[in-house]
């Protein structure tokens, strides 16, 4: 990672989850620049600067995506990202309401970072061990401690 200041891209189509990502993390006190986008296709627009949307510069520390999203979802979006050369090496958190095993194994399958079962809270992370390791994991590659 370049020592440029660390940030966030939200991929949420849900307004109130959005906004409780955004309460968790100033709960952290982690103040970042966090960019947001609607939908898959919206986020790839931002990383890649596509026509009429500016790219992100730098690219985002790490992507919070959702998978159950308009025109296009989580994983239609990852595997757009994975097979993208300049943005595959992105560290992606699945956020999702969804505890389905095809909905884990294919974001696994795209080499995501963590798994996260909304709503989103940090303080217990669904009381499982690989939630406090994948809590863990979103603060390093922030270089933040709690």
Same mark, same amino acid.
């Given at each position: 990672?370049?020592?440029?200041?660390?940030?966030?891209?939200?991929?949420?189509?849900?307004?109130?989850?959005?906004?409780?990502?955004?309460?968790?993390?100033?709960?952290?006190?982690?103040?970042?620049?966090?960019?947001?986008?609607?939908? @898959?296709?919206?986020?790839?627009?931002?990383?890649?600067?596509?026509?009429?949307?500016?790219?992100?510069?730098?690219?985002?520390?790490?992507?919070?995506?959702?998978?159950?999203?308009?025109k296009?979802? @989580?994983?239609?979006?990852?595997?757009?990202?994975?097979?993208?050369?300049?943005?595959?090496?992105?560290?992606?958190?699945?956020?999702?309401?969804?505890?389905?095993?095809?909905?884990?194994?294919?974001?696994?399958?795209?080499?995501?970072n963590?798994?996260?079962?909304?709503?989103?809270?940090?303080d217990?992370?669904?009381? @499982?061990?690989?939630?406090?390791?994948?809590?863990?994991?979103?603060?390093?590659?922030?270089?933040?401690?709690?």
């Amino acid at each position: 990672m370049s020592d440029a200041q660390p940030s966030i891209l939200l991929v949420e189509d849900d307004y109130l989850d959005a906004m409780s990502v955004e309460r968790e993390l100033r709960k952290l006190k982690v103040m970042v620049p966090l960019h947001k986008a609607k939908n @898959g296709r919206e986020a790839l627009a931002m990383l890649r600067g596509e026509p009429g949307t500016p790219r992100l510069n730098p690219l985002p520390s790490l992507i919070l995506l959702d998978i159950n999203m308009p025109k296009m979802n @989580g994983i239609e979006f990852l595997t757009e990202l994975r097979n993208d050369p300049l943005l595959s090496h992105l560290n992606v958190f699945i956020m999702t309401t969804s505890n389905e095993d095809s909905d884990r194994l294919a974001a696994q399958s795209l080499r995501v970072n963590g798994y996260i079962v909304k709503p989103l809270t940090f303080d217990t992370f669904n009381d @499982g061990a690989s939630s406090l390791d994948s809590f863990s994991l979103f603060l390093d590659l922030l270089k933040l401690k709690p």
